[in-house]
């Protein structure tokens, strides 16, 4: 089969890979539909990461040909939809709605590389869920953004505790925050503030329920949410970035009694000061998304046609030119890259 490998930083190629066999009961074989570049993919490709020879990818949508002795809930012909993180969602820690930290659990992309035509799904169970039907290619993308985006900015919302009479703010116009924006509306905030400074992500932003846009960024950009907010700053701020500078600015644009949702990815060295932390009063809570305890209710809603998360996707490209993909999500010509098969 055809696959997306990361030689190097900076250099993508696709070649010949092993078909995926199933190596145990509890797999499933599944044919890519569709995959994509998450912003995560950017690190090693810049070399923040180590890489060598690397599969790619960890967010898919496809159909089942194939299923293991042991898998119960699917069978050959379904469409499916899965989580970056493999999960046997029936441990004690994946039944308290944890299933990204399984205890059998491990990350997609370090093990299978989903970039492909052709994928193995461990513990395909408690991973993938099944589409009602075969849907229709409108709504390809959008399934597509359930497997990660989509599920990382509807945790990263419900974290914050984002919800009706609240103001979020959401630092990050990348395709998480800007699910965030869509869940945070979708949970009935009455405001949410997006922080951007990219006209075409501030356009989308406010396609996806955005009220307010703030361009300035770190102690400006707190000091107009706070002017904003009556000085007292945002009920809910989701962090969506994962340096140092964002997750302060998320910190200090939360009013006191305030939450934060942080799903940004650091790499580059997060220190929070204990005593700014202790007086600010605010509660943290994210981490890797646990986007299968999600993922019934995203694909409803999608189904339904009551969001369109598909959108975030500006630039599709057939698998072969991926590199291309991740040229333009790295110099910021794209917000997210669909690739398909």
Known sequence: ????????????????????????????????????????????????????????????????????????????????????????NTCEICRSGYPSRCVRGEFVSQTIGTQAERARIPLADGTLVATPARPPPELIPSLLAASDVLGTGWFAAVAAEAGPGKTVAVVGDGAVGLMGILAARQLGAERVIAMSRHASRQALAREFGATDIVEERGDAGVARIKQLTNGLGAHSVIEAVGTQESMMQAIRATRPGGHIGYVGVSHEGVALPADELFFSEVHLHGGPAPVRRFLPELIQLIWDRKINPGKVFDLTLPLEQASEGYKAMDERRAIKVMLTL
Not at 20 to 45: E, M, V
Request: with cysteine; charged share 30%.
């Open 1 to 88: 089969m055809r696959g997306v490998v990361m030689e190097a930083p900076g250099v993508v190629r696709v070649e010949e890979r092993e078909d995926p066999k199933l190596l145990a009961p509890t797999d499933a074989i599944i044919r890519l539909s569709a995959t994509c570049i998450c912003g995560s993919d950017l690190w090693p490709y810049r070399g923040v990461e180590r890489v060598d020879h690397t599969p790619m990818g960890h967010e898919y949508v496809g159909i089942v040909e194939e299923v293991g002795d042991e898998v119960k809930t699917l069978k050959v012909g379904d469409f499916v939809v899965g989580s970056f993180v493999i999960s046997d």
